[in-house]
C-alpha cells in the first residue's frame, strides 16, 4: 500500500509557462551587438565592391558617397521636408483604413449573410494588383496628398479588413458555446469575446499595413507627387545620381523599422497576455 | 485533501435516504425520441429514453460513443427538440441560457486575456453583479477550488488540472440549480482527473445542485454518481443506484472491494 501511496505522489505540471527565456537571449545586449555584425560586414563589402571596381561605377556607389549624399540632403533641409510628407501621407492612410476597415471587417464577421454575398468582390479587389490604380489616382485626385493617401489606401484597407474578419472567426467554439449559455447577449458577446479574440489578429493585420502603406505613398510619389521620398527617388534616379537615390532608400528603410518596432511596442502592450 | 472531509447531507435517490425525501424533480424525459437527420428510422438516436433525475441528486449517464448520451444533454440543453416524448427541466421547458443552469464542458474554454479570476467573474459579468461583488465572490470560490494562491494568472500560465478548476469556480460562481456536463474530465491525465473529480465532489458538497454527468468511464461514473443511467444504442439499458456513502474519498474508494465488484458487473452489462 506505501508503495502505491508514493506512486501517487501529485506530480504537478509545471506553472508558469508563459516566461519562456529562450527568446529573450536575443533581445539582450550582447545580441543587440550580434545583431549589428551582418550590417558591419555588409558595409564592408559594399566599400571593398567600390574600391575594386567591381559592377558599374553609375550603380556601386561607395557607402562614403551615400553619406555625402545623405549629409548633403540632410543640410539642404530637402530631406526631412520631403520625409515629413511621406511620412504623414503614410499615417493618415493607415488611420483611415485601420478604422474604416476594422469596422468593415468586424461588421462582416457579425453579419454571415452580407459577408457571403460581399465576399467575392472581396476577393476580387484583393487579389488587384492596386499599385497599378495609381495613375487613376493622380487623376482623379491631383498629385497633392489625397492621391498618396488614396493609394497607399486602397492598398492596405483589405489587408486589415481580412485580418479583422479572420480574427472574429479565430473564436473557440467552445468559448462561443460557453458565452451562449451563461445567457450573454450580442452586445456582451461582442465586447467580451468577438472583439478581444480578434485583436491579436487585427494587430497583425495592422502591422503588415503599416509597411504597405508606406510603399503605397512611395509609389505614388514616383509616379507623380509634388513632395515625398518617392518623389526624391524618381527625380535624382532620373539624374543618374544613384548615391542620392541610395540615400533616400536608406532613409525610407529606418523609417520603415521605426514605424514597425513602434507597431511592436503597442502590440506588446495592447496583447500583454500572450506568452512573450 | 481536506476538502474531502466535509460533512453533507446524503441526497438523492441513495438507500440511506429516507423516502418521499427527493419528490421533486430537476428533470424528466418521458418516452424520448430523436431521430437525426439522415440516419434511417430504424436506429434512432434515442429510443424511448425514459430518465429523471431528483433534486439535489447526482445522476451519471454512461455509455461508449454513439450510445446517446450527448444526445441527451443535447436535448437537455434545448440544442436538440425530440421528434416525440416529453421533456422537463427545472420546471419549464429546455432552452440554453437559463441562470439557473450551469456547464462544464469537457474543454476549460477559458478566455486567454483573462486572469482566472476574471474568467470567473465572466458568468456574473453577463447577470449584471456589481464589481465588487462578483470580484469577491470569485476569489472566494478559486480559495474554495484550492486556487487561492493562483487568482491573478493567465490561462497559459496555469497547468491543465489547474485550468479546469477555474472552469469549476466559473461555474459555481453562478450557484446553478443544475448543472449539466459533458465529459468535463476527460481531456485531464488520470491523476489530475482524479483530483479534479474530488475537487468537484467537495465543492457540489457545499451546493444543492442537481448534477447530470455524461461520460463513457465506467470508474468516473461509479465514483461521483448517485445513480447511474446505462446506455446503449439510444435505450436506456438499465438504471443503478450507488450504495457509496458520502462523503467519498476518491483514492480509497476506488481501491475498495465493494468498488471493484460493482465496477466488474456492470463493465460486463456494458460490454
Redesign the interface.
Known amino acids: 500500500m506505501t508503495v502505491i501511496e508514493e506512486a501517487?505522489a501529485?506530480?504537478?505540471?509545471?506553472?508558469?509557462?508563459?516566461v519562456d527565456t529562450k527568446h529573450r537571449v536575443l533581445s539582450a545586449g550582447g545580441g543587440f551587438l550580434l545583431q549589428l555584425l551582418p550590417l558591419g560586414v555588409m558595409l564592408g563589402l559594399w566599400q571593398l565592391a567600390a574600391e575594386l571596381e567591381l559592377g558599374r561605377p553609375l550603380v556601386v556607389r561607395s557607402p562614403g558617397q551615400v553619406w555625402t549624399a545623405f549629409m548633403d540632403l540632410h543640410s539642404s533641409g530637402v530631406l526631412w521636408s520631403n520625409a515629413w510628407a511621406t511620412l504623414q501621407a503614410t499615417i493618415v492612410a493607415m488611420a483611415l483604413a485601420s478604422v474604416i476597415g476594422i469596422v468593415i471587417g468586424l461588421t462582416l464577421a457579425l453579419a454571415p449573410r452580407i459577408e457571403r454575398v460581399v465576399n467575392p468582390y472581396l476577393s476580387a479587389m484583393n487579389s488587384a494588383p492596386r499599385i497599378a490604380f495609381a495613375p487613376v489616382f493622380i487623376i482623379i485626385f491631383g498629385i497633392g496628398m489625397s492621391s498618396k493617401v488614396a493609394l497607399a489606401f486602397s492598398v492596405i484597407i483589405f489587408v486589415i479588413i481580412l485580418n479583422a474578419r479572420a480574427g472574429v472567426h479565430a473564436a473557440?467554439p467552445?468559448?462561443v458555446?460557453?458565452?451562449?449559455?451563461?445567457?450573454?447577449n450580442r452586445r456582451?458577446t461582442f465586447t467580451?469575446?468577438l472583439f478581444?479574440?480578434s485583436v491579436p489578429s487585427i494587430f497583425a493585420g495592422l502591422r503588415l499595413a503599416l509597411i504597405y502603406s508606406l510603399l503605397g505613398v512611395v509609389t505614388s510619389e514616383m509616379i507623380a507627387a509634388r513632395d515625398g521620398l518617392g518623389q526624391l527617388v524618381a527625380q535624382y534616379a532620373g539624374n543618374f545620381q544613384l548615391d542620392y537615390v541610395y540615400a533616400v532608400i536608406l532613409v525610407l528603410v529606418v523609417i520603415g523599422t521605426a514605424l514597425n518596432s513602434l507597431a511592436g511596442v503597442v502590440e506588446r502592450r495592447l496583447?500583454w497576455?500572450?506568452?512573450p | 485533501m481536506e476538502g474531502a472531509v466535509m460533512n453533507r447531507v446524503p441526497r438523492g435517490g441513495g438507500e440511506g435516504t429516507g423516502p418521499g425525501r427527493h419528490q421533486s424533480l430537476a428533470l424528466s424525459l418521458r418516452d424520448v425520441r430523436v431521430d437525426f437527420p439522415g440516419s434511417s428510422a430504424d436506429h434512432p438516436a434515442l429510443d424511448g429514453v425514459d430518465v429523471e433525475c431528483r433534486d439535489g441528486e447526482f445522476l451519471v449517464l454512461v455509455g461508449r460513443s454513439g450510445s446517446g448520451k450527448t444526445t441527451i444533454l443535447n436535448v437537455l440543453s434545448g440544442l436538440v427538440t425530440p421528434d416525440s416524448g416529453e421533456v422537463e427541466i427545472l420546471g419549464g421547458k429546455p432552452k440554453a441560457a437559463r441562470d439557473d443552469l450551469g456547464f462544464m464542458f469537457a474543454r476549460d474554454a477559458l478566455m486567454p486575456w483573462r486572469s482566472a479570476r476574471r474568467n470567473v467573474e465572466l458568468g456574473l459579468e453577463i447577470l449584471g453583479t456589481p464589481k465588487a461583488e462578483r470580484r469577491e465572490t470569485a476569489v472566494r470560490m478559486l480559495e474554495r477550488v484550492g486556487l487561492g494562491h493562483a487568482t491573478g494568472r493567465l490561462p497559459a500560465q496555469l497547468s491543465q488540472g489547474m485550468r479546469q478548476r477555474v472552469a469549476l469556480a466559473r461555474t459555481w460562481v453562478r450557484q446553478p440549480k443544475l448543472l449539466l456536463m459533458d465529459e468535463p474530465f476527460s481531456a485531464l491525465d488520470a491523476q489530475t482527473r482524479r483530483e479534479s473529480q474530488q475537487v468537484f465532489l467537495d465543492t457540489w458538497a457545499d451546493s444543492s445542485a442537481s448534477v447530470v454527468l455524461v461520460t463513457h468511464d465506467l470508474t468516473e461514473a461509479l465514483l461521483l454518481a448517485d445513480r447511474l443511467v446505462l446506455l446503449s444504442a439510444g435505450k436506456v439499458l438499465r438504471e443503478v443506484t450507488i450504495p457509496f456513502e458520502r462523503p467519498r474519498d476518491l483514492d480509497e474508494l476506488v481501491t475498495s472491494d465493494e468498488f471493484r465488484r460493482l465496477e466488474r458487473e456492470l463493465w460486463e452489462l456494458l460490454i
Open positions: 501517487r501529485p506530480a504537478r505540471a509545471p506553472v508558469a509557462r508563459g473557440d467552445d468559448v458555446r460557453l458565452m451562449e449559455v451563461l445567457g450573454a456582451q467580451k469575446l478581444p479574440v496583447l497576455w500572450k506568452a
